[in-house]
């Protein structure tokens, strides 16, 4: 069974910096291209950003420039740096496999507020 945990959320001034871990189980998060995802209140979840296996990176428009994401594969671990934090980047962030729909974790929630 393959399962994801979301962590490093929180509350945040604009143009502060949060780092987001996603623990994987049940796959080698290495093996596989890895996304993180974000849901606003009222909107579709989306994608910002993409590490593929070759470790080749994309990142949405919208956040290109701010969040960098990672991985660690000793500790199968995927990370998104985030940076210059605006209040448009407050959602919940999920990550997922990219090539292959999996069951979604709880999220972690991000919330960008003076």
């Known amino acids: 069974q393959v399962t994801f945990v979301e962590s490093g959320g929180g509350l945040v001034q604009p143009g502060g910096s949060l780092r987001l871990s996603c623990a994987g189980s049940?796959?080698?998060?290495?093996?596989?291209?890895m996304g993180w995802y974000r849901q606003a209140p009222g909107k579709e979840r989306e994608l910002v950003a993409t590490?593929?296996?070759?470790?080749?990176?994309w990142y949405a428009d919208s956040v290109k420039g701010r969040f960098t994401i990672s991985r660690d594969n000793a500790k199968n671990t995927v990370y998104l740096q985030m940076n210059a934090l605006k209040s448009d980047d407050t959602a919940v962030y999920y990550c997922?496999?990219?090539?292959?729909?999996?069951?979604w974790g709880q999220g972690t929630q991000v919330t960008v507020s003076s």
């Open positions: 997922n496999s990219y090539t292959r729909p999996l069951p």
């Open positions: 049940g796959i080698v998060v290495s093996m596989t291209s």
């Open positions: 590490i593929w296996v070759s470790q080749g990176t």
